[in-house]
């Protein structure tokens, strides 16, 4: 059964095409962006409680002396504040330039694509709602653990040179693995995006789309009308033919990769009588269609240039037509008559073609028939011309324009593009997805990058006696780097173990955007592990470093 769906919107929210193809998409990035957020938020809450371990010492005298631990809070969080409000006031003056790279990536796919994306209030408090968000829950923990202090052991602490504790080290650790978990989710959904609109690209469709260029025409605007709507049909079609590079011509009255009609059948012979079942898509083609395409003839013949001309009732079906109407049987010869509301069409089959992906590159193979455009179904507006060519059909879009003009002047080009073109344009959404999730998953890993950094650097510092202890007994410099880097993959490890299960979960929540996948892909899997792993390696080795280079004669007096 055919099933239509109506769509109601608020109308003072305006019409746009654009709104419906990109909302979905734009909530899951915002999701994205969310899971970007939190993993700064986690790093700079790991600066903010190792910036409040260093300064236990100048809190432990400020409580000495009598100042309210509360007054002290107040003081910690004004300067997390400060570092929340430059960080708001800086995204809102990139947002301008994400704004244009943003519709730049969209325009891509759309011809001559203008948006205006106004600031307004909305977004600034929204903006500033969040910046005040963040500086209550990452900033208001490490005020609090920084002024939760016991004074004598503090004062003790420092004499003998060390501050703070272990716990403090273990919740940098924790909120490093934080980090690690997030960004690989955020990689793993990029890598599926990928995956996803690589298998798009590379799939076959069913027909020969190279040197294909694709002309759509409004004769209606020209004046061209009924049977001269269809005598144009056939003199354009003769005189694309003669255009210097090309090789064939054909025509359809949608094209490739666009709109798509179906209506109910009644089909002669067919063992089917389920009226709910006898429906079926339909394109209505011009001569040589299937040979200009490339889309393999199985049985019988296309529609030819005399059934254009005199306007035949001939259509050819395609093999999931075949094999859902005539399981088994010869269909050459029978007819199907098409229940258009306005008018009953009925057509003789003349030939079974391969199926194809003519309107959708994730198109499910379903049954479809090809009738002849001269004898139409209803009312056909605009017509789109199918040019194979012998070269880069981009170089034969000028002569094709001329040609045209030469025709008739007053023929309208709607659309002029070849058919690469409009599957980019078909894609735009998933290229879209695709590279702003890779954007975003590379800066989540840049920055849990940055905060592994600066915790194995933290916890290096305050195991500075113990490193030197380990060189004075005769721990080499390559066994101390190792025992950091192994310390930091485990970090690593158990960051990917966290995450795995929750990536494999988000990828069963976006499958309906994923083409050719499974919710768990080895590729997938293995790239992100990599790019972690990679990460992780270069994150501890600078302090891994650091640590191989301590003097022993130094950590101890040190102690």
């Known amino acids: 059964m055919l099933q239509e769906r109506i769509q109601l919107r608020p109308g003072n929210r305006g019409a746009s095409e654009a709104r419906g193809e990109f909302a979905d998409p734009l909530v899951l990035l915002m999701a994205m962006v969310g899971a970007v957020l939190l993993i700064a938020c986690a790093n700079i809450a790991n600066l903010m409680l190792a910036r409040a371990t260093g300064r236990q010492r100048e809190i432990g005298v400020r409580l000495a002396l009598g100042a309210a631990r509360a007054r002290l809070i107040r003081q910690l969080l004004r300067e997390s504040a400060v570092i929340a409000a430059l960080g708001g006031a800086l995204g809102i003056l990139l947002s301008v330039a994400d704004a244009r790279l943003l519709l730049a990536l969209v325009s891509t796919g759309f011809d001559n694509l203008r948006l205006d994306v106004p600031h307004d209030y909305h977004v600034l408090l929204f903006t500033a709602a969040i910046s005040l968000l963040t500086l209550l829950l990452f900033g208001l923990v490490p005020a609090i653990r920084g002024t939760r202090l016991d004074i004598n052991r503090t004062f003790a602490a420092n004499a003998r040179g060390s501050s703070g504790g272990r716990t403090d080290v273990q919740s940098g650790r924790l909120l490093g693995i934080a980090q690690i978990a997030l960004s690989f989710v955020l990689l793993m959904g990029a890598a599926f995006f990928a995956r996803s609109l690589s298998n798009l690209l590379s ?75 006898l429906a079926s898509e339909w394109t209505e083609i011009g001569a ?38 005539f399981p088994g049987m010869d269909a050459i010869g029978r007819h199907i008559t098409d229940m258009y509301p306005t008018t009953i069409e009925t057509f003789q089959i003349i030939g079974v073609v391969a199926d194809s992906k003519e309107h959708a590159p994730d198109e499910k193979s379903s049954p479809r028939f090809y009738s002849n455009i001269s004898h139409p179904i209803g009312t056909v507006k605009a017509v789109t011309y199918l040019l194979r060519t012998v070269r ?29 073109q409009q599957i980019d344009r078909r894609l735009i959404t998933e290229r879209l997805i695709a590279d702003l999730a890779a954007f975003f998953a590379l800066i989540a890993v840049f920055i849990a990058a940055i905060g592994l950094y600066g915790v194995m650097s933290y916890s290096m510092t305050r195991r500075t006696n113990e490193f030197g202890i380990r ?52 590729l997938s899997t293995t790239a992100a592990i990599a790019v972690v792993v990679d990460s992780g390696v270069l994150a501890g080795y600078v302090p891994a470093y650091r640590a191989s280079k301590i003097d022993p004669m130094v950590s101890l007096r040190h102690d």
């Open 203 to 277: 799939q076959g469709l069913g027909y020969d789309r190279e040197h294909l260029l694709m002309v759509t025409l409004d004769p209606a605007a020209a004046g061209y009308e009924g049977p001269g709507a269809i005598a144009l049909y056939e003199r354009v079609r003769q005189q694309l033919r003669t255009v210097p590079g090309v090789r064939s011509a054909t025509l359809s009255n949608t094209g490739l990769l666009a709109g798509d009609s179906g209506d109910h059948l009644a089909i002669e012979g067919s063992p089917v009588h389920d009226p709910d079942k």
């Open 288 to 325: 040589d269609y299937f040979t200009t395409l490339g889309i393999p003839l199985l049985r019988g013949r296309e529609v030819s240039p005399s059934d254009a001309t005199r306007g035949a009732q001939v259509c050819v079906i395609n093999e999931s037509f075949l094999r859902k109407f």
């Open 392 to 420: 880069n059909p981009v170089t034969v879009a000028f002569a094709v324009r001329e040609s045209l003009h030469k025709l008739d002047r007053n023929l309208t080009i709607l659309s002029l593009r070849t058919v690469d």
């Open 471 to 522: 060189m004075a007994l005769g721990a080499s410099a390559t066994g101390v780097r190792s025992m950091v880097l192994v310390e930091t993959l485990w970090m690593v490890a158990i960051g990917v173990a966290v995450g795995l299960p929750c990536a494999i979960a988000g990828a069963r929540f976006i499958s309906s955007r994923l083409y050719g996948l499974s919710a768990i892909d080895p």
